[in-house]
């Protein structure tokens, strides 16, 4: 069974504006970020962070599990951030245990998302964490491919009233306001430690049996799918992102060797993630692999045949 991904890759993205920070005035800001290119030179980029990427593809894993019918508490059935800290069922049942390891004994089988998402528990005194099976780095422009620029906008209003700072305070009128929009390539890492679902580790033991645990493996490839088919966040009403492709590799472990993940803000990074399986195989046998792709078909197909090899 496969027991850790890896996807290092470039998804090409144009005019959206899915993380910012926040305004001043009438001016909406993006969020950038200090980073350090291949050649060593410190450079300032449009980046969107991970935990907006992780939120997108918890939304996604909440909706497949809907779908499938898998246990949700009562938190994640409504996509609260609480989470199972919000599900008193789950509590009464739970009394006064304060045990880490039999909390976590519980948690598992009944709310897929807090075991593949991760969650800290500290309803009652409690502070009892689950670490996340998934982990998404930031999506990180790269220099030379990546600007943002600010655009004018205008709330149109016929009787052309006052809109900002009018004496009502209601801002009824019209107001002109700039947004941002980013486009450019960027560079992506997401790690999926696919060996951990379902698996307590304070006991160092499975709660589920194999077969939920490949259920759940399943959903979690799709929703890392679907989080680069349709990225959700902000502002899509207006600027839905033009997404134009999506390079990279996806390197995969059948053993505990950790498969490998080199940032395409490298050039070269596809050929250093393929030359350090070349060298971990050289002791594994085997253990270790990747798979190249150019395009979103070929990155769908990547998955779905990762998915495949589960059943």
Not at 43 to 48: D, E, G, L, W
Request: with cysteine.
């Amino acid at each position: 069974m496969i027991k850790n991904v890896t996807i290092s890759g470039l998804l090409t993205m144009d005019m959206h504006a899915l993380n910012n920070e926040g305004g001043e005035g009438n001016q909406l800001q993006t969020r950038m970020v200090h980073v350090v290119d291949g050649e060593g030179e410190l450079q300032v980029v449009n980046a969107i962070s991970g935990d907006m990427l992780k939120h997108i593809q918890a939304e996604h894993l909440i909706n497949i599990s809907l779908e499938k019918d898998f246990s949700l508490c009562d938190g994640c059935k409504v996509f609260d951030a609480n989470r199972i800290n919000r599900d008193g069922a789950f509590f009464e049942r739970l009394k006064d245990e304060k045990k880490g390891d039999l909390i976590i004994d519980q948690l598992l089988p009944h709310c897929v998302i807090d075991d593949l998402e991760g969650v800290m528990i500290t309803r009652d005194g409690r502070s009892v964490s689950r670490k996340s099976v998934v982990e998404f780095g930031w999506l990180v422009g790269l220099p030379e491919f990546t600007r943002t620029e600010s655009y004018f906008h205008v709330k149109f209003d016929q009787s052309r009233e006052k809109g900002s700072g009018d004496e009502s305070g209601a801002n009824l009128g019209q107001n002109i306001f700039y947004r941002p929009a980013s486009s450019g390539k960027y560079a992506i890492v997401v790690n999926l430690e696919l060996s951990r679902i379902g698996f307590n580790d304070i006991t160092r033991e499975y709660i589920l049996s194999s077969e939920e645990r490949i259920k759940r493996t399943q959903a979690l490839l799709e929703s890392v799918l679907f989080t680069f088919i349709k990225p959700l966040g902000a502002h899509r009403n207006t600027q839905n992102p033009h997404i134009l492709n999506f390079e990279g590799v996806i390197s995969y472990s059948h053993s505990s060797v950790p498969a490998p993940s080199v940032s395409a803000l490298n050039e070269k990074y596809r050929e250093e993630m393929e030359g350090i399986i070349q060298q971990l195989n050289r002791s594994y046998n085997g253990q270790v692999d990747a798979k190249r792709f150019d395009n979103q078909v070929e990155f769908s197909k990547r998955i779905m045949d990762l998915i495949q090899e589960l059943m």
